[in-house]
């Protein structure tokens, strides 16, 4: 999530330059490719099913625990 609000922030200066400052339009498209590459990245990550991972049990204890501590 802070990787894809860098690439949005990253993006946004690179067009305000590109646009500001005379002889560097060429930000703009590079500000509007990152852009792209961030939405991108975005929707892949948030369109895949997070993956569930398996409960590791400790060393040596295979029973499942009840909660019950007076054993």
């Excluded at 590109?18 to 892949?44: N, P």
């Excluded at 398996?54 to 204890?61: E, F, I, S, V």
């Amino acid at each position: 999530m802070v990787f894809f609000f860098i690439l949005v922030r990253v993006a946004f200066v690179l067009g305000i330059l590109g646009a500001a400052v005379d002889g560097l339009a060429f930000l703009v498209a590079v500000g509007v490719v990152v852009l792209v590459a961030a939405m991108l990245i975005a929707a892949r990550r948030w369109s895949t099913p997070t993956r569930r991972r398996h409960m590791r049990w400790p060393a040596g204890r295979r029973e499942i625990p009840t909660g019950d501590t007076n054993e």
